[in-house]
């Protein structure tokens, strides 16, 4: 399994950046995709993930009407957009999978690399 994350960096509150986590064809088809991340000091949390029809996004509650995740099935990428960035948003990101069924990932299977984003004041 190989997910390789990308788009992180510095930005002030209030911009935007796009995360991307490239993975390999099998488990893009395969696995359940998503975003956690984790700030300082603090536990790593979900911040998104999609149901394989398109049909359903679920996100968590800090995030919503702020960040947005996609895919393209022919790139076998998931992005996260992310929007009116917060300072209380820096944090390393990364995107996983877990089995399709599991619509919280709650057991991430594959952790993918991490990339930074910074949100200056």
Do not use: H
């Not at 990428?77 to 990932?105: G, H, I």
């Amino acid at each position: 399994v190989q997910l390789q994350a990308s788009g992180g960096g510095l930005v002030q509150a209030g911009g935007s950046l796009r995360l991307s986590c490239v993975a390999s064809e099998r488990t893009f088809g395969n696995y359940r995709t998503g975003w956690f991340r984790q700030a300082p000091g603090k536990e790593r949390e979900f911040v998104a993930t999609f149901n394989w029809n398109g049909g359903a996004t679920y996100y968590a509650d800090s995030v919503k009407g702020r960040f947005t995740i996609s895919r393209d099935n022919a790139k076998n990428t998931v992005y996260l957009q992310m929007n009116s960035l917060k300072r209380e948003d820096t944090a390393v990101y990364y995107c996983a999978t877990s089995d399709w069924s599991d619509v919280t990932m709650a057991r991430v299977k594959y952790w993918g690399q991490e990339t930074l984003v910074t949100v200056s004041s």
